[in-house]
């Protein structure tokens, strides 16, 4: 079974910069579709941002301009997190999407303070 670590949470000041890693370990699905989601308290697993085979980058609208993922090598894709206020703090998920198949990382823990 392919497994997905993330990593690069932690606290941060309101206003700040983060940057979350996430790789697998499937050596035969190279560039594949992957994402980044996330889960606060009480609230639904929410897409963040996702980038397919081709390159194409997809944001939420609620971080369009502020994030960025990128796709660092054919197993691994950070996401860059800038301008980060309270509703950010939630627990960031890495997705990965082989087929009909979605995959997900253990999540890492990210929290904002005033």
């Known amino acids: 079974q392919v497994q997905l670590v993330e990593s690069g949470g932690g606290l941060v000041q309101a206003g700040g910069s983060l940057r979350l890693s996430c790789a697998h370990s499937g050596s035969i699905f190279s560039r594949a579709d992957m994402g980044w989601y996330r889960q606060a308290p009480g609230k639904q697993r929410e897409l963040v941002a996702r980038?397919?085979?081709?390159?194409?980058a997809n944001y939420a609208d609620s971080v369009q301009g502020r994030f960025t993922i990128i796709r660092n090598g054919p197993r691994t894709v950070t996401l860059q997190l800038s301008s980060l206020q309270s509703q950010a703090t939630a627990v960031y998920y890495c997705?990965?999407?082989?087929?009909?198949?979605?995959?997900w990382g253990q999540g890492t823990q990210v929290t904002v303070s005033a």
């Open positions: 980038i397919s085979c081709d390159g194409t």
């Open positions: 997705n990965l999407r082989i087929a009909s198949a979605d995959l």
